[in-house]
């Protein structure tokens, strides 16, 4: 069973509306993190924002913010205000059993294809 | 510090060769991950190192691959005998080890790899 889903392989959005990208996750570990990635043309993964399992707000980093809900277990991506730049592949991923001992290595979903329109 | 550094940028070999992929990781960091990128499959996790020991190899295609990390400072991506549908984009990523915090993985550029 896969750990991530992104069920939007891709999505259009006008410029300066707000984009929430989809994101669900499986896992039984109670100590997780939750990531998101953009990666633009340039093939770089730029981090840009992290929600712990055990974190009681969503995480906001700028024009980014996560949609935390525990017990769908969703973690969605609200870009506010989209810009031209924002134009690129967003990936969430996981990282399980982190908190207070070992790490396991993020496991990505297929990510979705932003495209924002002038 | 100047981020993950990862070296060639790009790969052009011919199938049958040895690909030799190099990696250095933001000083500090105890996990190292090398990843593979392709259009079908996604991102894939392939091997993970922790204080330079390989926890978790079962991503890891077959035995033409293998990964070392002989300081933590450095780590290799070996693939011997190259086939052309090992052609891909390898990233290098490194991290700290979490402790009820925020522990995102900073990547490397990526190689892109080419077998003809």
């Known amino acids: 069973a896969q750990k991530i889903t992104q069920t939007q392989p891709g999505m259009f959005v006008q410029e300066k509306e707000a984009v929430t990208l989809d994101c669900t996750y499986d896992t039984s570990d109670p100590s997780y993190g939750l990531f998101w990635y953009k990666q633009p043309s340039s093939g770089e993964m730029i981090f840009l924002i992290y929600?712990?399992?055990?974190?009681?707000q969503n995480a906001t980093e700028g024009r980014y913010s996560l949609n935390f809900q525990k017990a769908r277990k969703s973690a969605n991506l609200v870009i506010s205000a989209s810009q031209l730049g924002d134009s690129a592949m967003y990936f969430c991923a996981m990282r399980e059993g982190y908190s207070g001992g070992g790490a396991d290595g993020l496991t990505f979903g297929k990510g979705t294809h932003l495209i924002i329109q002038p | 510090d100047a981020g993950v550094i990862q070296s060639p940028r790009h790969e052009v070999t011919e199938m049958g060769q040895e690909v030799t992929l190099r990696c250095k990781p933001i000083s500090g960091h105890d996990y190292l991950f090398w990843y593979r990128q392709t259009m079908m499959r996604g991102l894939e996790l392939l091997i993970y190192f922790n204080n330079n020991v390989p926890i978790d190899d079962s991503g890891m295609p077959e035995d033409r691959f293998s990964a070392k990390m002989p300081n933590a400072s450095f780590s290799t991506l070996k693939i011997q005998p190259s086939e052309p549908r090992d052609s891909a984009v390898y990233f290098c990523?490194?991290?700290?080890?979490?402790?009820?915090?925020?522990?995102?993985?900073?990547f490397g550029q990526g190689t892109r790899l080419t077998v003809v």
């Open positions: 990523a490194s991290s700290l080890r979490g402790m009820l915090g925020n522990t995102e993985a900073f």
């Open positions: 929600q712990g399992s055990y974190d009681q």
